[in-house]
């Protein structure tokens, strides 16, 4: 999930020209120094794409080349010192008011309740979450959802997978998500915060589309949304060096769209954290067809 960009005019979200530099940065960020990059003649600058006003993480190839060597120890220098299993109690112990993810269950059951057809049907109510870091999410989805719900938890970072597998909550498997067949036929699949990570998002998109169940399957995407551009300090994580972009809602939407995908709800959360985040449920063709035709 560590992929990071090269220097392309193309916006890989809507297939768009990118335009003018929208912010630039002149210092390294924390993951640059733990890969050795040098502050001497450092820039990067986020480039607005002309047509669907998402931003590219335009970086210096030989400080990419660092990054993608500190990408695979990304939870040692993002908890650098203290513990995913600190951070998972600290987190799930928030009041839902200031909870991220309280609002992220929330809005996915309403979503589950609103297309109700979507998971009514044959076969088990299961969920893949992709990159699932801490933990958290699935843990109060799972402990939220009504019905009989499994999880299954993707994440590669092998601090983090330990971490997953002593909640004995949902199966953990410690890989990267590439379309593997054994996942496929899942009735949710969600991706919170993993696009911005992806060089090439509509790839990744396309194996997500196959891996749900085509007749009822529905998808949660969660994106930083290009806002914070402005809004939030330079040296704000969101703004850093391993994200390859920040979107905007129109490009979330084009994206899935050109993914293959039936775009059914999107918006803009401005979440108890302080983070902007954009939001996209979307489902399958054949899925769709079966909203719209009530069958
Ligand atoms: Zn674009």
């Not at 733990?34 to 047509?51: D, N, P, Q």
């Not at 009041?95 to 009514?120: Q, Y």
């Not at 954290?273 to 035709?293: H, I, M, Q, V």
Request: glycine fraction near 8%.
């Amino acid at each position: 999930m560590m992929a990071l960009n090269n220097n392309l005019d193309t916006c890989a979200i809507c297939g768009g020209e990118l335009g003018d530099t929208v912010l630039a940065h002149d210092r390294p960020d924390r993951f640059e120094r733990a890969a050795g990059v040098s502050e001497e003649k450092y820039r990067r600058a986020w480039v607005g794409c002309l047509s669907c006003g998402s931003a590219t993480n335009r970086q210096k190839p030989e400080n990419l080349r660092k990054l993608r060597n500190i990408a695979a120890q990304y939870y040692e220098v993002d908890f650098s010192g203290s513990d995913i299993g600190a951070k998972y109690s600290l987190v799930m112990s928030l009041p839902p008011h200031k909870s991220d993810n309280a609002g992220r269950v929330d809005r996915i059951i309403a979503a589950l309740t609103r297309w109700e057809s979507l998971r009514s049907s044959k076969g088990a109510l299961s969920v893949l979450d992709i990159g699932a870091g801490t933990g958290v999410f699935l843990s109060r989805f799972l402990g939220q959802v009504p019905g009989d719900w499994t999880g299954v938890a993707l994440e590669p970072d092998p601090h983090a997978a330990d971490h997953l597998r002593s909640l004995e909550l949902f199966d953990v498997k410690q890989e990267l998500f590439t379309g593997q067949p054994e996942l496929h036929g899942f009735k949710l699949l969600t991706l919170n915060k993993v696009l911005e990570h992806i060089q090439d998002p509509k790839v990744l998109l396309e194996q997500v589309a196959a891996a749900i169940d085509p007749a009822q399957g529905l998808i949660y995407v969660e994106v930083p949304d290009v806002m914070t551009i402005g809004r939030r300090p330079p040296t704000d994580n969101i703004l850093g060096a391993l994200h390859c972009h920040l979107y905007s809602p129109t490009g979330l939407v084009r994206l899935l769209d050109r993914a293959g995908l039936v775009v059914l709800d999107t918006g803009r959360v401005f979440e108890p954290s302080g983070k902007l985040t954009a939001f996209a449920f979307a489902t399958c063709t054949e899925a769709a067809e079966r909203l719209a035709t009530r069958e």
